[in-house]
Every structure is written in structure tokens, then in C-alpha cells.
């Protein structure tokens, strides 16, 4: 199979700062207003050059965060800037428009959206507004974005988020989509761009970036965070084989969708794999043993979780969630 290669070309830094000052982009009074965010905000940079990232907090989205509580990033490639996810909020977007461009006038020209949900995805609506960047995302993006789930999702937010996410707030449909491989080059940088779902979601996608040796994972990798399953999209089989997948691509750095990025690759990757395999190996021995699920939840030992960030939020959930689903594989369902 061969993956198709998109190739970025700029002439130089001052053309490309001139091009964007001509469109507009870096226009300060056509920028649109967005409320402003009142907790700290800053691009932290990893153990290499160039390759930057935005950490979430921990929890779910609400006043306390302002709907920072997923990852993002961004590189710096000599040609461009190639962002990884948008974040949770049009103002959010915004401020890491503004990030980047402290760190470098390069126009910012791409974004790979890791999957459509909304912790990742509100932030295009700033970024598309603010510059000329192409957004790509795997095919099966379309499932989210045309469901009633995006939806109720936005009705949610505009209640827990306001007031920066309002009745403006729009989810932005990708301008680039894929298959199973796509290749972005910038300067001296390859970026491969893997499906790696349906896992957490059915478009998950990761972004290695080389010859950096670093890793975009999404929520495929969520580290010290209870992840989330309590989703009918979730398929907990597949989502082991995407860790494998991602094992495979071999990071020495690796920036998960939740939790701190790691140089311990291999224990990230675990933590979330042990998690999935624990869930699904205590959930199906009471599906096969006939043990309720309230019981079998009861029953089962969640020390090793239950002081970690989402825990009380989503593990209970979770686990009616794999019960439903080793409990269909139990009757013959697919």
C-alpha cells in the first residue's frame, strides 16, 4: 500500500510572513474575538528541537480548565508549522495561534486532527479563522461530524464551557482526508500520518514525526489517566491492537493524547494497554461466570486506578461499557 505524499513548498521565511500579511492572516484588527483564557497557557518544548506540545489538564472539561484537558503540538520545520490536534475551545485555538507565532513568523500549514472529538476539535474553528492551514483527518471523521452525537456534544460544552464555547462555536469538517496512510513533508521533517482505528474512536490517527523519533499518539496512548471507553464508537480489541501498532513505529519520545509527554515509551504505552487488558479481562470473566454487573464491579480491584485523574468520572463507566461489549461477543455478536 502506498501512502500518499503531500509536499510543502515555501519560498522563504520572509515570502511566506509577506504572503500571509497580504491574506490577512496575521492581520491584527481582522483577527476575530474569542473570550480570553484566564489560566496559563504556554508551549513547552521536548528533548528536541523544534517539536513543541500544550498539555491538558487533568479531569473533564468545565469552568476549572476552560476545556484544556487534552494535548496538542505543534513543529517547527524550517518551511512551516505542522499542528498536531486544536484543542478544546475557539480560544484555545486562538491562543496557540498566538504561540506559535512568538516562536516563529512561518506560516502555520497544517493540521492533522488526531480524531473528531471535542476536546480535540473546537480549536479549528480559531485556527482555520486565523491562517491559511489545511486541516487533514482520516476518512471516518465524517461519522462524528454529520451525527447527532457532535451535536449534543456542542449543546453540552456551550453549558460547561461558556463562555468560550457559545452559539458561534462550530465543529470544521477537514479539507484533506485518508485512508490508511498519509506523508506530509516539510523542510528536512517527514511526517507519516497512520489510521490506527477504530479504537478510541473509529477515525484514530497518529502523526510520527521524522527524523525527530517523536510520536503524536491521540488518545490511542493516555498516560496516568484513566482513559475513556463509555462510548458505542470505542472497540476495546481494536484499540489493544493500535497500541501494538504503535509500538511498531518504535518513538524515543512519545506525546499521548492525555498525560505528560514520556522518554519511557514503553511504560506509556503499557499503562494504557493494561488498563484496556485489565478491564476487559475482569468484565469478561463475569459476562462467562453469569456475575451481575454491579457485582462484578463491586468485586473487581481497582487500586491500581483509583487515585489517578478521571477515575471517579469514567471507570465505572467504563466498565459497564466493556461489560456490554464482552457481553455481545459472549451471544455471537460481532
Not at 511566506?16 to 484566564?38: K, N, V
Not at 496516568?224 to 501494538?244: C, F, G, H, Q
Not at 457485582?295 to 487515585?307: M, V
Amino acid at each position: 500500500m502506498h501512502a500518499k505524499t503531500i509536499k510543502i513548498s515555501i519560498r522563504s521565511t520572509a515570502a511566506a510572513a509577506a504572503m500571509l500579511i497580504g491574506s490577512g492572516a496575521l492581520a491584527a484588527d481582522s483577527a476575530p474575538d474569542y473570550p480570553p483564557l484566564t489560566i496559563p497557557f504556554e508551549a513547552e518544548q521536548v528533548s528536541v528541537d523544534n517539536v513543541y506540545y500544550f498539555l491538558g489538564h487533568s479531569g473533564v472539561p468545565g469552568e476549572q480548565n476552560e476545556g484544556l484537558t487534552a494535548n496538542a503540538g505543534f513543529v517547527i520545520t524550517g518551511e512551516g508549522v505542522v499542528i498536531f490536534d486544536a484543542l478544546g475551545t475557539p480560544s484555545l485555538g486562538a491562543a496557540m495561534v498566538d504561540k506559535i507565532r512568538e516562536l516563529t513568523e512561518l506560516p502555520i500549514t497544517h493540521v492533522v486532527i488526531s480524531h473528531y472529538h471535542a476536546d480535540h476539535v473546537y480549536g479549528l474553528q480559531a485556527i482555520k479563522e486565523l491562517t491559511e492551514a489545511e486541516v487533514i483527518a482520516q476518512d471516518s471523521s465524517h461519522v462524528y461530524i454529520s451525527s447527532p452525537d457532535a451535536d449534543q456534544r456542542l449543546e453540552q460544552r456551550k453549558q460547561v464551557l461558556s463562555p468560550w464555547v457559545d452559539d458561534h462555536t462550530r465543529v470544521v469538517a477537514p479539507d484533506v482526508t485518508f485512508a490508511e496512510e498519509i506523508m506530509l513533508k516539510s523542510g528536512d521533517y517527514r511526517f507519516r500520518i497512520v489510521h490506527a482505528g477504530p479504537a478510541h474512536a473509529p477515525d484514530d490517527s497518529l502523526m510520527m514525526v521524522e527524523p525527530a523519533g517523536v510520536l503524536f499518539s491521540g488518545d490511542i496512548i493516555q498516560n496516568d489517566r484513566v482513559p475513556y471507553l463509555n462510548s458505542a464508537e470505542v472497540d476495546t480489541r481494536n484499540w489493544m491492537k493500535a497500541i501494538e501498532k504503535v509500538r511498531e513505529l518504535n518513538p524515543r519520545i512519545l506525546i499521548p493524547g492525555h498525560g505528560k509527554p514520556s522518554e519511557d515509551v514503553t511504560a506509556a504505552l503499557s499503562f494504557t494497554y493494561d488498563y484496556l487488558a485489565y478491564v476487559r479481562d475482569r468484565m469478561g470473566a463475569a459476562v462467562e461466570e453469569w456475575v451481575e454487573f454491579e457485582d462484578a464491579y463491586e468485586q473487581t480491584d481497582w487500586s491500581r486506578y483509583e487515585n489517578l485523574p478521571a477515575f471517579d468520572a469514567s471507570n465505572k463507566a467504563n466498565a459497564y461499557r466493556v461489560y456490554v461489549e464482552m457481553e455481545k461477543a459472549a451471544l455471537g455478536g460481532s
